[in-house]
């Protein structure tokens, strides 16, 4: 490709681009293709000869597109969101055209300075403890998962365990690790990388609000103990993924003080609403908190990936993942005045992230993250009322942001056949969990594009879908 070619397809694809997001909501939302069918229309082989770039796209459009599921779309209401906006698919283009690798201070010293203070920008803007800044003891690092940083925080939290032996001589210890059941699986995933395998997690009940229970967390620790086991560490959940429930922090905080655990703080999500002051409750209690964690690219409108991980302790997290190789040494890190981030995260190499972060911080600015929060939780309660007025249906737990868990008041197969009704109409998605064991349907709000009538259309979908599978449920007067 030449640079004219470049600068032409460039344009072109901005063109596209705009286009695409304006009129998103015209696509199925869930990509209805079948299991191969993406692959059946490409080459078995790939090309010898270069191609034209005008063809490549064009199959982009014709073979590609149709395997697209619309995470953009406004009726994308399925698991959680991944937003995207337009400063950060500028700062996500601007990323690869710099082309930078920032794994150490000195390999791109604005992509390390610029992340490290767009994360301290990120303390003040979700009020989260002094420590967690860069300028005391802790700091921030983007990572690409909420997964990478709870592995990162087991790391850290298994090396403080053990006085740093388990880096030098493997596991001796039998530790044990805690999460509500309600906890998502990248903590087992987690352990079971560190090596400490999926026996050595402790599912901890959770009350009716699904919420973890202290006082079983805290019998749980002392039966390790007693058992000769060596508890080290704690995952909260702010916003789990079925139910959006948030674990309370402060008691679970002061039985980590208690018996010398590592509190890891799981925000994946719902970290996001903290930006409003009304929000901020769910940081209760974060002060007692060893790491934490949130992902701008779920609820922020920044790109798939970005997950803002912040410790307490630098040197804690910077102890359990340091390497240092004769080849990657040089005078400023030697100097201890610079952040390598390579030493914060389980890769070596390193994307420009913080870029497209700072574009959307300073183009929505704190207010418009507000706007954006506030207008989507409103939508949600805004359904949840729906759900909660209309007799064939029930709300499966307590609404606190943006998820409504619901079902008709029917069997799970009735359930089940109104979610496969509802995406296979091309017009929402949406996805389910069991709650109490019962096969329940989620709905998030969440996506940038979604207003009040794009909400009210799916509402008035899933009363139709629920009029013809159960024509004999009465339906309630309005
Ligand atoms: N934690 C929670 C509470 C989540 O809801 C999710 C995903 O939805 C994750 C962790 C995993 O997220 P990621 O894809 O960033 O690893």
New binding site residues.
């Given amino acids: 490709m030449t640079v004219d070619e470049f600068r032409h397809w460039g344009y072109r694809l901005v063109d596209w681009i705009a286009e695409y997001l304006e009129n998103v909501e015209r696509y199925p939302v869930l990509s209805p293709v079948r299991p191969g069918e993406v692959r059946s229309r490409l080459p078995d082989s790939p090309p010898e000869a270069a191609e034209d770039f005008a063809r490549i796209f064009a199959d982009f459009q014709q073979h590609i597109l149709p395997g697209i599921t619309h995470w953009q779309s406004p009726n994308f209401f399925a698991?959680?969101p991944a937003n995207n906006s337009y400063p950060s698919i500028l700062g996500e283009l601007l990323a690869a055209g710099l082309g930078v690798q920032g794994m150490l201070w000195q390999t791109s010293p604005a992509c390390t300075e610029l992340e490290t203070h767009v994360l301290d920008w990120l303390v003040q803007l979700l009020g989260l403890p002094d420590k967690f800044s860069s300028r005391c003891q802790g700091g921030g690092v983007i990572q690409?998962?909420?997964?990478?940083?709870?592995l990162c925080a087991v790391l850290a939290a298994r090396e403080r365990a053990s006085d740093g032996t388990t880096n030098a001589n493997g596991i001796v210890q039998r530790f044990t690790a805690y999460a509500s059941t309600e906890?998502?699986?990248?903590v087992e995933k987690a352990l079971r990388i560190a090596g400490l395998g999926s026996a050595a997690l402790r599912r901890i009940a959770v009350d009716d609000t699904f919420a973890m229970q202290p006082q079983a967390l805290e019998a749980a620790i002392l039966a390790d103990r007693q058992a000769g086991r060596v508890p080290f560490f704690v995952c909260a959940?702010?916003?789990?993924?079925s139910t959006q429930a948030h674990d309370p922090l402060r008691p679970i905080g002061e039985i980590c003080r208690r018996y010398g655990l590592w509190l890891h703080v799981?925000?994946?999500?719902?970290g996001t609403a903290a930006i409003c002051p009304e929000f901020r409750w769910i940081h209760d209690g974060l002060e007692l908190a060893d790491s934490y964690c949130f992902?701008p690219?779920?609820w922020m409108g920044v790109n798939f990936?970005c997950?803002c991980f912040f410790v307490a302790d630098r040197k804690a997290l910077i102890a359990s993942l340091a390497v240092l190789p004769e080849y990657l040494r040089n005078a400023a890190s030697e100097s201890g005045e610079v952040i390598d981030y390579r030493d914060w995260q389980i890769p070596l190499g390193r994307r420009f992230r913080a870029l497209k972060l700072w574009f959307v911080l300073r183009s929505f600015g704190a207010e418009g993250i507000r706007r954006m929060v506030r207008r989507h939780v409103t939508m949600a309660h805004q359904f949840a009322d729906w759900i909660a007025s209309d007799s064939r249906f029930e709300l499966a737990a307590p609404v606190s942001l943006n998820l409504v868990c619901f079902r008709l008041r029917a069997d799970d197969i009735a359930n089940e056949q109104m979610l496969h009704c509802l995406n296979a109409s091309g017009r929402l998605y949406l996805t389910h969990t069991r709650v109490r064991d019962r096969f329940t349907l989620r709905f998030c709000v969440g996506n940038l594009r979604t207003e009040p009538h794009h909400v009210q259309q799916a509402w008035q979908l899933i009363q139709r879908t629920a009029e013809q599978l159960l024509p004999s449920m009465p339906v309630p007067l309005q």
Avoid: E, I, P, R
């Avoid at 906890?183 to 990248?186: C, D, F, T, V």
């Avoid at 959940?237 to 993924?241: A, E, H, M, S």
């Avoid at 799981?266 to 719902?270: L, R, T």
């Fill in positions: 698991f959680y690409d998962t909420a997964s990478s940083a709870t906890a998502h699986s990248s959940t702010l916003g789990t993924t799981d925000a994946a999500m719902s992902n690219h779920k990936d997950d």
